[in-house]
C-alpha cells in the first residue's frame, strides 16, 4: 500500500481555563476547514488526551490535553510557511480561547503505512 501523504504535522494545545466548550467549537467548527482550504493540506483530526497513558521510567507525560494531526502532501516547508502567513496577517480565525503554549512538530515519513491484517480472533476496527 503506497503512502497517501508523505508527510504530518503534530500540532498539541489546550484551551485557557474556563474556555474549553469555546476553544473545541472554533477548532472543530471552524479551524480545521480554513487549515484544509490552504495547499497541501489534505486531512484533519483531532484527538482528546486519554486515560490510558503509558507511565514508564523516563517517559515525559503530556502538558497538552489536546492533539490535531493534518496531512501534507508535497512540500510541508511551502505549505506551514503559506499557513504561517496567513495566521500572522489574520487571514485565518485564532480564539482568544486558545492557551499560547502551542507545540507544533512537522513530519515527513520514514515507511509506507503497515496495517494489521484481521484474523479471525483479532479483527481490525476502523474509526
Do not use: C
Given at each position: 500500500?503506497?503512502?497517501?501523504?508523505?508527510?504530518?504535522?503534530?500540532v498539541?494545545?489546550?484551551?485557557l481555563?474556563?474556555?474549553?466548550?469555546?476553544?473545541?467549537?472554533?477548532?472543530?467548527?471552524?479551524h480545521?476547514?480554513?487549515?484544509?482550504?490552504?495547499?497541501?493540506?489534505?486531512?484533519?483530526?483531532?484527538?482528546?488526551?486519554?486515560?490510558?497513558?503509558?507511565?514508564?521510567?523516563?517517559?515525559?507525560?503530556?502538558?497538552?490535553?489536546?492533539?490535531?494531526?493534518?496531512?501534507?502532501?508535497?512540500?510541508?516547508?511551502?505549505?506551514?510557511?503559506?499557513?504561517?502567513?496567513?495566521?500572522?496577517?489574520?487571514?485565518?480565525?485564532?480564539?482568544?480561547?486558545?492557551?499560547?503554549?502551542?507545540f507544533?512538530?512537522?513530519?515527513?515519513?520514514?515507511?509506507?503505512?503497515v496495517?494489521?491484517?484481521?484474523?479471525?480472533?483479532?479483527?481490525?476496527?476502523?474509526?
Amino acid at each position: 500500500m503506497p503512502i497517501m501523504t508523505n508527510n504530518i504535522l503534530l500540532v498539541l494545545t489546550n484551551p485557557l481555563p474556563g474556555r474549553e466548550v469555546e476553544y473545541n467549537q472554533w477548532y472543530s467548527e471552524v479551524h480545521l476547514a480554513e487549515v484544509l482550504q490552504r495547499p497541501g493540506f489534505v486531512s484533519a483530526r483531532r484527538f482528546r488526551l486519554g486515560k490510558g497513558q503509558l507511565d514508564l521510567d523516563g517517559f515525559a507525560q503530556s502538558q497538552h490535553s489536546y492533539l490535531a494531526l493534518y496531512e501534507i502532501d508535497g512540500d510541508a516547508e511551502v505549505a506551514l510557511a503559506h499557513v504561517k502567513e496567513e495566521m500572522e496577517s489574520g487571514g485565518l480565525t485564532v480564539t482568544e480561547a486558545l492557551d499560547p503554549n502551542v507545540f507544533t512538530a512537522a513530519f515527513a515519513a520514514t515507511s509506507e503505512t503497515v496495517l494489521e491484517e484481521p484474523t479471525a480472533d483479532h479483527a481490525t476496527v476502523s474509526k
